[in-house]
């Protein structure tokens, strides 16, 4: 919003337009614009009164809380020495994915362009694998509690994200899961047995591969905890690990070959998917 506004009515404005979940570009163009003010020697005040814009405006762009309009850019490019880097770099700049986590948004893309992609679970029912009851459920339980809006938007992507199995026919998609996961019944016998039967619709389909891990195995290659795996159209390999509150890209060849190949190793110590089915079968048929 143009300076005319209140304070309190910028403020206000500001709070409502603020990026519900900033992309990585609105961070790094900030930064930029912050980096380039500081070095001219104005203050967010100074600033905001030559592009015409309040201090609390300038600093929801420069921490990459707001999207800039096209007047903000061009003021800030004539007041910051008109290198034409503002306007430039402004082309490039993206909304960030409600519902998915900063940390997850390249792997989300990376998946849409898959040839392949795998996923070792011990946790909870893989992302890509899971109903809107469960998905909702597991929410649900994520300490601190999430608002109304934020549990929409996770349900909302994670849906979104899951259309990828039917979107994309061409694409192979591998699951193994420990048995406990399919045994726990989160949200309810209800929300399990929805899970299962959703779990069940998914497997059928020709490029879906559902395997259970046995609680009673005797050897198992992914004590090292969940893992994603792809391979893109050009053969690439890579691999995607998740703990608490991160996660982390492997782009390393060595290293994504040996998560590949653990995977295999995953692959054939679980249930082949014949009798995975048959179990998954069998527990909801107990419900």
């Keep these: 919003m143009a300076a005319g506004a209140g304070v309190g009515g910028e403020t206000a404005a500001c709070e409502a337009e603020r990026e519900p979940d900033p992309s990585d570009s609105l961070r790094t163009f900030g930064a930029v614009v912050q980096a380039l003010r500081e070095h001219a020697g104005l203050s967010r005040a100074q600033f905001g009164d030559l592009v015409r814009f309040s201090k609390h405006t300038v600093e929801s762009v420069e921490l990459g809380r707001r999207m800039p309009d096209a007047s903000f850019v061009e003021r800030a490019e004539e007041a910051l020495g008109n290198t034409g880097a503002l306007r430039h770099s402004a082309r490039f700049l993206t909304r960030g994915e409600a519902g998915l986590a900063a940390w997850f948004r390249r792997w989300a893309r990376l998946e849409r362009e898959a040839v392949s992609l795998a996923t070792y679970e011990c946790r909870l029912v893989p992302g890509?694998?899971?109903?809107?009851?469960?998905?909702?459920?597991?929410?649900?339980t994520r300490i601190p509690p999430l608002c109304d809006e934020q549990m929409e938007a996770q349900v909302a992507a994670r849906m979104e994200r899951q259309g990828l199995i039917r979107e994309l026919p061409n694409?192979?998609?591998?699951?193994?899961?420990?048995?406990?996961?399919?045994?726990?019944?989160?949200?309810?016998?209800?929300?399990?047995?929805?899970?299962?039967?959703?779990?069940?619709?998914?497997?059928?389909?020709?490029?879906?591969?559902?395997?259970?891990?046995?609680?009673?195995?005797?050897?198992?290659?992914?004590l090292d905890g969940p893992l994603a795996l792809l391979e893109t159209?050009?053969?690439?390999?890579?691999?995607?690990s998740e703990g608490q509150e991160s996660g982390r890209?492997?782009?390393?060849?060595?290293?994504?070959?040996?998560?590949?190949?653990?995977?295999?190793?995953?692959?054939?110590?679980?249930?082949?998917?014949?009798?995975?089915?048959?179990?998954?079968?069998?527990?909801?048929?107990?419900?």
């Design 249 to 287: 890209l492997i782009a390393d060849p060595k290293q994504a070959a040996v998560l590949h190949r653990r995977y295999a190793t995953l692959r054939a110590q679980a249930l082949s998917p014949h009798d995975s089915v048959g179990l998954l079968e069998r527990i909801r048929g107990e419900l």
């Design 171 to 222: 694409t192979s998609f591998s699951f193994v899961m420990e048995e406990s996961i399919v045994q726990r019944p989160l949200g309810g016998e209800r929300v399990l047995r929805d899970q299962l039967d959703h779990t069940l619709d998914l497997a059928r389909l020709r490029n879906v591969s559902v395997q259970v891990m046995p609680t009673r195995t005797v050897s198992h290659a992914g």
């Design 128 to 140: 890509l694998l899971q109903s809107e009851g469960y998905a909702r459920a597991a929410f649900e």
């Design 233 to 240: 159209p050009e053969g690439r390999l890579l691999a995607y």
